[in-house]
């Protein structure tokens, strides 16, 4: 079982910064990366960020440069660092930790999501 809790969203005006922070708990499986997601009203959810646990990072092109995504000493506690921010940014941010279920040949992996965090950004 894996348990999230994400924390940071609220509202800043066009400029500002925010950092989000999942905290993801598991019991037997590792957490192999951890992504964060976005849905805008009225829109699909897309990829924002990821980080694996070698430290291998991705971004949306939209936020390359403005946005920056980190973990502490495990991947179990992400941060996703906000800065410059745009109206556009505007969304709820959701964290997807993927698990690393099994071993050898059976090992798979098992998404999670937790509830969403709102950002809004207007002046």
């Known amino acids: 079982q894996v348990q999230i809790e994400e924390s940071g969203g609220g509202s800043v005006q066009p400029g500002g910064s925010l950092r989000l922070t999942c905290k993801v708990t598991?019991?037997?499986?590792?957490?192999?990366?951890v992504n964060w997601f976005r849905q805008a009203p009225g829109e699909k959810r897309v990829l924002v960020a990821y980080?694996?646990?070698?430290?291998?990072?991705h971004y949306r092109e939209s936020v390359e440069g403005r946005f920056t995504i980190s973990r502490e000493n495990t991947i179990n506690t992400v941060h996703l660092d906000m800065k410059s921010l745009k109206p556009e940014d505007t969304a709820v941010y959701y964290c997807n930790p993927v698990e690393e279920v099994g071993w050898g040949a059976q090992r798979r992996d098992v998404d999670y999501w937790g509830k969403g965090t709102l950002v809004t950004v207007s002046s």
């Open positions: 980080i694996t646990r070698e430290d291998a990072t």
């Open positions: 598991t019991t037997i499986y590792p957490i192999r990366s």
